[in-house]
């Protein structure tokens, strides 16, 4: 049993980070089967291996997802080149409505990726 939770992530946290966590769970889970793995830090999505990364923060989610290049926007606050043709890049979300299209678009390249 790992002594790390998925409850324990949202402790002192604002409800809004629970809303914005499960509106990207959904999302996960439309792209097919996932396991939500919790770490001391953070939540890793995995498929065969870990697509996305949940931080939680007091009021907001930092997303980190796993991209075969660089992905240019504006919403994309830090980013790392892993290795040559893999890239980790962070968003941070304040609001449940930020996991829209875009953002969907990037967690499904991300999925099929680590397949």
Same mark, same amino acid.
Do not use: C
């Given at each position: 049993m790992?002594?790390?939770?998925?409850e324990q992530h949202f402790? %002192?946290? =604002?409800p809004v980070v629970r809303a914005i966590y499960d509106a990207v769970?959904?999302?996960?889970?439309?792209?097919?089967?996932i396991v939500e793995d919790p770490k001391k830090t953070s939540i890793h999505l995995n498929r065969r291996t870990a697509f996305a %990364?949940? =931080?939680?923060?007091?009021?907001?989610?930092v997303l980190t997802i796993k991209a075969p290049a660089d992905i240019k926007s504006a919403r994309v606050?830090?980013?790392?080149?892993?290795?040559?043709?893999?890239?980790?890049?962070?968003?941070?979300?304040?609001?449940?409505?930020?996991?829209?299209?875009e953002?969907?678009?990037?967690l499904k390249q991300a999925f099929e990726i680590s397949g």
């Amino acid at each position: 049993m790992s002594a790390n939770s998925i409850e324990q992530h949202f402790e %002192g946290r =604002a409800p809004v980070v629970r809303a914005i966590y499960d509106a990207v769970i959904r999302v996960a889970k439309k792209l097919g089967p996932i396991v939500e793995d919790p770490k001391k830090t953070s939540i890793h999505l995995n498929r065969r291996t870990a697509f996305a %990364g949940v =931080a939680t923060r007091k009021d907001a989610v930092v997303l980190t997802i796993k991209a075969p290049a660089d992905i240019k926007s504006a919403r994309v606050y830090k980013r790392e080149q892993t290795s040559a043709n893999r890239w980790h890049v962070e968003v941070k979300l304040d609001d449940p409505k930020q996991v829209d299209a875009e953002l969907t678009s990037w967690l499904k390249q991300a999925f099929e990726i680590s397949g």
